[in-house]
């Protein structure tokens, strides 16, 4: 755990002071620490797996599965014994809070897409260790666009309610963990001098922490900036179905924060400041 002395000053002016004043907690409730193991934690069960499917060729056959280009392709025991764990849903799950969720996904349109491009995504690029591995990858040589268009397709399949939408959640979020994998095994490959001490593994646990505080409470906090009413159901709806979707790709369970308010303080805290002063030299 690692004493963070730049908390005080993150939550008494500016977005932490918004954000923390939004969720109904006073200064003194933050706490000082974070766990930087976070960093260091990943999704290596699956990179095992891509590592071998890169190697025998399997790999580009699943990819194709599920974009569904081919319903007759020959798949690996270890890929459909990894899918039918994925499809398997915890107890914890609640559908009708996810639909809760999807629905205001969709009713916010243009007011949600603004919010998370230019306040969740964009602002994404702030913190180097979320975006040294796109740099790294090449990722955003191939544009603004091209990255928007994946992230959107994304949130998308997620946030879906036709009859399909638990089939298109699946496979957006194993296509997107099998892709994390890949990336991870280029930039072991490609830069063998990546230092880990300053940005941890790449695509960790707790950069994938953050990418849920974007699509929850940067989300809902930027939708209340722009006056867009939400009940309190949909947006317990979407701290519960982005808790859903984090698990699926790949992070604990017992990691990944549940509440408003502990997701405000204990996650934005550490993510934020702590990135922020102590991981950016």
């Known amino acids: 755990m690692t004493k963070n002395p730049s908390n ?61 280009s081919s319903a007759s ?40 897409l603004l919010v998370l491009r230019n306040f969740a995504l964009l602002g994404g690029y702030y913190f180097a260790n979320l975006t040294k591995p796109l740099v790294a990858t090449g990722s955003l040589e191939k544009g603004a666009v091209h990255r928007l268009y994946n992230t959107l397709s994304f949130w998308v399949n997620v946030s879906r309610t036709s009859a399909n939408a638990q089939e298109l959640r699946l496979n957006a979020c194993l296509r997107t963990r099998l892709v994390h994998s890949v990336s991870r095994l280029m930039i072991e490959q490609k830069q063998p001098d990546w230092n880990q001490e300053q940005y941890g593994v790449p695509i960790n646990h707790a950069d994938m922490i953050a990418t849920n505080i974007a699509f929850t409470v940067y989300y809902l906090y930027g939708l209340q900036k722009l006056n867009f009413d939400f009940t309190e159901k949909e947006e317990e709806g979407i701290f ?42």
Not at 84 to 111: C, H, Y
């Open 73 to 112: 392709i020959e798949l690996p025991e270890d890929y459909l014994s990894l899918k039918n764990k994925m499809a398997t849903v915890p107890d914890w799950v609640n559908f009708d809070l996810i639909r809760e969720a999807s629905e205001l996904s969709q009713r916010s349109g243009l007011n949600g």
């Open 240 to 281: 519960h179905l982005w808790k859903y979707v984090t698990w699926m790709l790949g992070v604990p369970e017992e990691v990944i924060p549940k509440t408003k308010p502990r997701r405000c303080i204990s996650s934005i805290s550490g993510l934020n400041t702590n990135l922020l002063q102590t991981r950016i030299r």
């Open 8 to 68: 005080q000053t993150f939550w008494s002016t500016g977005n932490g002071k918004d954000f923390r004043e939004w969720a109904a907690i006073s200064e003194s409730k933050i706490p000082q620490n974070f766990d930087t193991q976070l960093f260091y934690h990943y999704d290596s069960e699956v990179d095992e797996l891509a590592k071998k499917w890169l190697q025998n060729g399997d790999f580009k056959k699943i990819m194709q599965s599920l974009h569904g």
